[in-house]
């Protein structure tokens, strides 16, 4: 049987069961997909399949974790603040307490032996106060700085040594925003005697660091034009001094072009700055338009014989030589001389004569054993030694000569103020007393010294009442004033007062060799200003009565209460700081969800109804994918 042609618009089974197989594939992924949408409540899976919204979601993503991890930051740094204030309120406790005590010690309020039951609850504070100063929170001391893993304060020998360091630790709050979620220890407790050189001005050197020039602000380096003529015609460079570390480094440099014609070296007349001097002719120097390397190093001038180079003040290193000092004039130390270091009751010699670099010296002082720090001044114009110790004096003196002196670190000097003397107690030369001198001739001079203000004019005053046979003048070892008399063979005696007393010079020297000197105490002292050592003071006046000492320590107890409430409010304001923040952050965070929800999530109402849809679909693709196929031969006849 023959089959005629296929009527026009009918189609090949092949081309159907390829369409039909087509719309069930599309059908089944719009399905599969809705169903993952539905699944997961998000739009797509991959950002290929939507690269667009895929980029806006992975910014808001890194934003909300971002957010996230500055709303912990901020959380921690909370626990941290509140832990931290409430201990400093328990300290301000400790601080009202002591000035109920030293109040009712003073003067005739109380009697001796109710002042030294005052005197043991002023121990039980001390005890209260280093319980509340190392305060441990989610392990970690709240007052030790960065070194927070370790104690801060330990009592030892009835002294509390500090152990922490004065860095605050920051934590992020904002994007950009950093905020200390811990306070300066070395503030609230000020637990150092620190003893500085004052500036010491260092002579340069070739070793001498750029960075180290204009007080440690540093030169920026660059180009500049350097121009020389020795009679031949000027010769002209840019030379470029970037990169150099040191100053031995820029005499390379501006002297490399010229071939021997040009000499760059420390001036000799000043020590603090740089000099040019070509082998004949002249040397001029400038700066590239808009620059100021040149005028920063001293050396920016017109055509001259010779350029002697402006101050650049460089700041004091580990390598700079003791003998820069004093702009130069530091004299060399003796054998066997040094400086005296006192600390509480240990008392130890230190000789400097093989010492020949600041470095030296640090390590010659850590190598004594003693509890010190040592470092260089915060501005860099010297250096510092510092006792840690709460409860104990600290004092530098000489070793056989004047290194102490000449580093600028002796405690008692001549530049040294009479009301400092004494832990501030001062030496009241002006209270109507005399200083008492009962010579070795049997003579009495009684010395006003009601006009003295530095322990120079008492020496002075001194000095002048016979000259050269009654000589005033600091110890060779330690502190303190030494008389000599030679008027004859007697005692040489001062008389004991409130001004004999303040000087350290009352007693008598009943020896008959005149050579032998009547020799004086250390009245200066170095003890840390904070709250320690101010309860140990307290607790001494109060056992000894003394009111004038309490009198000082009321002082010193309201400048403390002052710093405390000063910090206490500082801490406030950080946790009012961090309170607002967090609100932004959250808010923050609410505006980033929605924005991510619109962009990412999907619309569940609206994805189950596209899902009833889509089954439809499918399953009317299905019926009629079924009975397109079942169709014959006769289905078209």
């Known amino acids: 049987m023959s089959i005629g042609p296929l009527l026009p ?34 739009k797509f899976q991959l950002p290929s399949e939507s690269p667009a919204e895929a980029i806006k979601t992975i910014i808001l993503q890194k934003s909300l974790e971002k957010n996230s991890q500055l709303q912990a930051n901020i959380q921690a740094s909370d626990g941290f603040l509140s832990a931290t204030e409430n201990a400093l309120n328990s300290l301000g406790d400790v601080f009202n307490s002591a000035k109920s005590l030293l109040l009712a010690g003073t003067g005739d309020n109380a009697t001796t032996a109710e002042k030294q039951e005052m005197a043991e609850e002023v121990s039980s504070l001390i005890k209260q106060a280093l319980n ?19 104690v801060p304060f330990t009592d030892t020998n009835g002294t509390i040594n500090y152990n922490g360091n004065g860095f605050q630790i920051e934590s992020y709050v904002g994007l950009d925003q950093l905020l200390g979620n811990s306070i300066d220890a070395t503030r609230a407790f000020d637990p150092f005697a620190t003893v500085s ?24 380096l660059g180009t500049i034009s350097v121009t020389v003529d020795t009679g031949g015609g000027p010769q002209t460079e840019q030379i470029d001094l970037s990169g150099a570390k040191t100053l031995g480094d820029l005499k390379t440099r501006i002297e490399a072009p010229f071939g021997g014609d040009l000499t760059l070296d420390i001036d000799p007349a000043t020590g ?54 004093n702009g130069g004039t530091f004299p060399t130390v003796a054998a066997g001389t040094g400086i005296q270091l006192t600390l509480n009751d240990t008392t ?41 110790l709460s409860g104990a004096n600290f004092s530098i003196g000489e070793y056989g000569g004047t290194a102490a002196t000449d580093l600028g670190l002796r405690t008692l000097n001549a530049n040294t103020k009479l009301a400092d003397l004494n832990l501030g107690y001062g030496a009241h030369v002006d209270s109507g007393f005399t200083l008492d001198i ?38 060779p070892n330690g502190n303190g004033i030494q008389l000599v008399d030679n008027s004859g063979t007697g005692p040489l005696t001062i008389g004991e007062n409130i ?52 009198g000082q ?54 994805a189950f109804t596209d899902f009833s849809y889509a089954q439809f679909v499918l399953q009317a693709t299905q019926q009629i994918t079924a009975n397109s196929l079942q169709q014959t031969l006769l289905s078209y006849l």
């Open 499 to 550: 001004v004999s007393k303040a000087l350290g010079l009352n007693g008598s020297e009943t020896g008959i060799d005149p050579l032998v000197p009547l020799t004086g105490k250390d009245v200066n002292p170095q003890r840390p200003d904070g709250m320690f050592d101010m309860l140990y003071r307290l607790r001494d006046a109060l056992e000894s009565g003394d009111d004038v000492a309490l």
């Open 197 to 220: 050189s004052g500036d010491l001005n260092p002579t340069l050197s070739m070793s001498t660091k750029i960075d180290q020039l204009l007080g440690g602000k540093g030169v920026s």
């Open 438 to 475: 009962t010579r070795r001739d049997g003579t009495t001079t009684n010395l006003d010294l009601s006009t003295a203000t530095t322990m120079q004019d008492v020496l002075t005053a001194i000095n002048a009442i016979d000259p050269g046979n009654l000589v005033a003048s600091f110890v």
């Open 272 to 325: 603090s700055g740089l000099r040019l001097t070509p082998t004949a002719g002249t040397v001029a120097v400038a700066d590239q338009t808009g620059k100021s390397i040149a005028r920063d190093l001293g050396i920016a001038s017109a055509a001259a014989a010779v350029i002697n180079g402006g101050t650049i003040n460089p700041t004091v290193s580990l390598q700079t030589p003791l003998s820069a000092f």
């Open 553 to 606: 320590i009321d002082k010193q107890l309201t400048r403390q209460l002052s710093t405390f409430t000063i910090l206490r409010g500082d801490v406030g304001a950080r946790l009012k700081s961090l309170d607002d923040m967090q609100s932004q952050l959250a808010d923050q965070e609410l505006n980033m969800q929605e924005s991510l929800s619109q962009v990412f999530e999907i619309d569940l109402t609206q």
């Open 132 to 150: 509340f100063a190392n305060t441990k929170y989610n392990d970690r001391y709240l007052f030790a700085g960065s070194n927070n893993k370790t």
């Open 9 to 42: 618009g009918r189609i090949p089974s092949s081309l159907k069961l390829s369409r039909s197989q087509s719309q069930l594939t599309q059908q089944n992924y719009m399905l599969q997909k809705l169903s993952e949408q539905i699944t997961t409540g998000n």
């Open 348 to 388: 130890v010699n230190v000789d400097l004569s093989g010492v020949t670099t600041v470095e030296g010296l640090f390590n010659a002082v850590r190598a004594t054993g003693l509890d010190l720090n040592v470092g260089l001044s915060a501005d860099g114009s010297g250096i510092e030694i510092s006792s840690k």
